[in-house]
Every structure is written in C-alpha cells, then in structure tokens.
C-alpha cells in the first residue's frame, strides 16, 4: 500500500518583485529518503527550504510537510523538523555544550543525550570551549548536532558542507547516513554532484527555478548514457577516455594482444554531466 508522502509540493511559485525564484515546483519525498536538491547558485534551493519550513511564504501553490500546509504551520511543527540553514545563530559567547543545553531545555531532551550527541559530532573533547574560538567546521557540526537533538522527523540541510574540510565534510556525510538508518528524512541542497550522488536515495536537478529532472543518481546516469565511454589505462601510465565506436575496439583489442592494456572501466555520466547536458550550464 503506498503511503502519503511526507514532504508534497504543488505548483509552487515564488516571486521576489518582478523577479520569479521558484516556476511551478511540483516534486514529493517519501518517509526516510535522502533528497537531493541539487542546482548552481541562485538556482532557488534556499528559497525552497525556507518556504518548506515556514520561513518564506510562496505566491501560489502548496508546499505540505507532515500533512500540515507550511503557511499555516504551528509552533509544534518544529519539534518534529530539524534545520540547517546558513544562518542558524549558535550563542558565540556560550560553550558547545552549554548551547546544546539551551536547546535541550527547550526541546526537554535530557543531558545524557547531549553528551552522546557531541561525541557523535566528534565535538566532546572541545565540549567546555566557546563557540567563537570554534572553526567554520566544528560550528557547522555543532549547528547540526542541535538540529538533531530532539530526533526530527525531517531534517532540512542547505549545503551542510560548503566551505568544509574534506575530513569533517566525511564526517558529516557519515552522520547523515547514520541518520537515515534511524528513519530520518532528510532534503539536503546542495551544488556538490559527488556529495549528492554519495547521499541521495533521489535528486532534482533545478535550474532557474524550474526542476529540470528528478530521480535517483543511478536512473539518472542510465538514461543519459547515450555515449558509452571507457576509461582506459595504458602500460606507462597513460590514461585516456574514448568513446565507444569501431575504431575504439580495435585499438582496445590491439592493446590488448600486445600486452599494453592495464584497466578498463566503462564510464558512466556523472550527475554533473547530465546537469549540463539537460540544462546547458555548469552546476557551479
Ligand atoms: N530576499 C530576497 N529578495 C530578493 N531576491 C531574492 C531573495 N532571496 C532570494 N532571491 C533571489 O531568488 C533567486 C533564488 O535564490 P536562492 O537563494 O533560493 O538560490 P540558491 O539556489 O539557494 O543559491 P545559493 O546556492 O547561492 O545559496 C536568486 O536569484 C536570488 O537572487
């Protein structure tokens, strides 16, 4: 039996003056998916989270998150969502723990979780310093660590790892998907095709505000595989990509019969590949 999904948007528009940010969105997610916004700068995936959220009021159309309508959300919605927003404000003269405490108190989560929350977020031996001494990395943990606190259903991430580390981008990306073997949804935004790819059960690819294609990255990559390439490794350490045709076996098979031949992988398109292809722009 198909259940109702748990975020549904309907012919969503949003229009700053005369300019229009968001053109007849329409997309649903399911209970426990990763999804993927996925678009350049301006594309409108912070519009879209703060519509879903309730922070932004669309012009037309419906955005539903738990079965509530998001303009008219009440305060309770947010004891069952979790945000991660570029502007989330830590207290910067606080502790990490004393404000996860903060939150805590609101949200009555016991003290026992905050501690296990830090370690999870890899923050507890920095636990008593202040946040102003934190760098962008330890804060951006931290904002996420009081995202989950109180075990949203839903969690929202614009670019959770933009301007992060490679290290604490992996740490990261292990928390979502520890995540989401606890049931969690999450909608991440982001312009990071291998994050996406990485993370997403599903994907919508935006462009100026218009969702161009939506699926998983897999269904994605095998109906653009239009052009079979293979990425070939050749004795000397020569590396080349060619695109399938006579001409290519052949010499695939001559390199092999003469030994030369190391590797070869048939390559598929990336999700920045189709990006372009569908849209005829870089994702960044
Ligand atoms: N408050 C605002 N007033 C006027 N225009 C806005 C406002 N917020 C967003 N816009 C415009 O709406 C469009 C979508 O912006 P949005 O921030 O949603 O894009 P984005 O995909 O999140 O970009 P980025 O990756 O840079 O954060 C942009 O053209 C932006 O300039």
Redesign the pocket.
């Known amino acids: 039996m198909a259940t109702a999904p748990i975020i549904e948007v309907k012919h969503l528009y949003?229009n700053?003056?005369d300019?229009t940010?968001?053109k007849n969105l329409d997309f649903s997610i399911q209970n426990g998916e990763i999804f993927g916004?996925l678009?350049?700068?301006?594309?409108?995936?912070?519009?879209?989270?703060?519509i879903l959220t309730g922070q932004?009021v669309a012009n037309s159309g419906t955005a539903t998150v738990l079965g509530n309508n998001s303009y008219y959300f009440k305060e309770d919605i947010y004891e069952h969502i979790g945000v991660v927003t570029?502007d989330s404000g830590l207290y910067e003269s606080l502790s990490a723990y004393d404000n996860l405490r903060t939150f805590a108190r609101i949200f009555n989560v016991d003290k026992m979780s905050i501690d296990s929350l830090l370690k999870r977020v890899n923050l507890y031996n920095d636990r008593k310093k202040l946040v102003k001494k934190f760098s962008q990395g330890m804060k951006q943990r931290l904002i996420l660590a009081r995202a989950i606190l109180n075990r949203p259903q839903i969690l929202f991430l614009?670019?959770p790892t933009?301007g992060i580390d490679p290290g604490t981008t992996q740490k990261i990306h292990q928390l979502i998907l520890e995540l989401k073997n606890f049931g969690t949804t999450v909608f991440l935004?982001t312009?990071n095709m291998n994050e996406a790819a990485k993370l997403c059960d599903r994907v919508a690819l935006?462009n100026n505000?218009k969702i161009a294609e939506i699926g998983s990255p897999q269904a994605l990559s095998l109906k653009y595989n239009k052009k079979i390439q293979y990425k070939i490794l050749l004795k000397g350490n020569t590396v080349l990509k060619l695109t399938d045709s006579d001409e290519t076996r052949q010499k695939i098979n001559w390199w092999m019969e003469n030994g030369e031949l190391q590797t070869i992988h048939s390559c598929e398109p990336t999700l920045e590949d189709i990006f372009l292809e569908v849209t005829g722009r870089k994702l960044k």
């Open positions: 949003k700053f003056g300019q940010a968001l916004f678009g350049p700068s301006g594309a409108g995936k912070t519009t879209t989270i703060k932004l570029h614009d670019e933009n935004t312009h935006l505000g």
